[in-house]
Nanobody, 119 residues
Framework: QVQLVESGGGLVQPGGSLRLTCTAS????????RGWYRRAPGKQRELVAV???????NLGDSAKGRFTISRDNAKNTVYLQMNSLRPEDTAVYLC?????????????WGQGTQVTVSS
């Protein structure tokens, strides 16, 4: 069983920054693509950023120029650095991972962390 745990969310003023962290634990042979998505009230889940095991990054339109994604493979952790936050960035941020356990291959999701941007 593989679990993802997000942290780092909270309340921040417009223009502020937050760094989200997502750590995987369990039986893991290899972690491939790692991603951050978000779900705002009344909206569909939206891609924020994805990083491959080789470090190739794909940013969603809302993240370009403001957010960066990185990963520490030794710690099974992926980060989302969010700068110049706007009220429209308010959402639950979820991470996922494509996980090879050695006997199985699956996409695993975390429970999410709330980010609220408000003055």
């Amino acid at each position: 069983q593989v679990q993802l745990v997000e942290s780092g969310g909270g309340l921040v003023q417009p223009g502020g920054s937050l760094r989200l962290t997502c750590t995987a634990s369990g039986i893991i042979k290899r972690l491939d693509d790692r991603g951050w998505y978000r779900r705002a009230p009344g909206k569909q889940r939206e891609l924020v950023a994805v990083i491959t095991s080789g470090g190739v990054i794909n940013l969603g339109d809302s993240a370009k120029g403001r957010f960066t994604i990185s990963r520490d493979n030794a710690k099974n952790t992926v980060y989302l650095q969010m700068n110049s936050l706007r009220p429209e960035d308010t959402a639950v941020y979820l991470c996922n991972a494509f996980v090879n356990t050695g006997s199985d291959y699956a996409v695993v999701w975390g429970q999410g962390t709330q980010v609220t941007v408000s003055s």
